[in-house]
């Protein structure tokens, strides 16, 4: 391992001149943005008490005008406020359901013997439209029975079912609601 050799700076060494020149352009880029700031901040305040006063020398009768003509506006940003509020609520009820008690109780019930295609959560009426394909309807009706068992599901539907005869194999594709419950 070889050693590392450090320079540290001694009392004697002098600055040189780049440093110190980066230093004084430093110092008058700051001195610059200050004096603009202020400018800035003074032309804010002129122009704040100049609308203010304007405001005060306007006569009465402007000013109930101008309240007449801008409240439909208002009105209207208020409608458009309250849409986007009870959107929000929504999204916002969508996001509280227990999405992670759903799918842990689909997982749990779920076998080899049973393929889930697509699951469909309509969240306004808490339904679930579950598609899939089982090896046989022996298996089909354990699968629904299993999920009957489960806590988060009520009233399991087996709407539609088929037996694909161009297969070997003869599996049944089948259609399945229920009712999503939400346990406290």
């Given at each position: 391992m070889s050693r590392l050799k450090l320079n540290f700076p001694y009392a004697g060494q002098s600055v040189r001149s780049i440093e110190m020149s980066l230093l004084l352009i430093g110092l008058f880029v700051l001195a610059a943005v200050f004096l603009y700031f202020k400018n800035i901040s003074e032309e804010s305040s002129y122009w704040s008490v100049r609308v203010e006063k304007l405001e005060k020398d306007q006569p009465r009768s402007m000013v109930s005008t101008?309240?007449?003509?801008?409240?439909?506006?208002?009105?209207?940003?208020?409608?458009?406020?309250?849409?986007?509020?009870?959107?929000?609520?929504?999204?916002?009820?969508?996001?509280?359901?227990?999405?992670?008690?759903?799918?842990?109780?689909?997982?749990h019930i779920a076998t080899?013997?049973?393929?889930?295609?697509?699951?469909q959560?309509?969240?306004?009426?808490?339904?679930?439209?579950?598609?899939g394909e089982a090896r046989n309807m022996m298996l089909l009706l354990d699968f629904v029975e299993a999920m009957e068992r489960e806590a988060i599901f009520e009233n399991v539907h087996l709407v539609n079912y088929k037996i694909k005869q161009d297969s070997p194999y003869r599996p049944v594709d089948f259609l399945l609601t229920t009712v999503w419950a939400v346990k406290p």
């Open positions: 101008r309240v007449r003509t801008s409240s439909p506006r208002s009105r209207d940003v208020g409608q458009e406020i309250g849409k986007e509020l009870q959107k929000a609520n929504t999204i916002l009820a969508q996001i509280n359901l227990p999405w992670e008690a759903l799918f842990d109780s689909i997982e080899e013997d049973v393929a889930l295609l697509s699951l959560p309509n969240v306004t009426n808490r339904t679930l439209r579950i598609r």
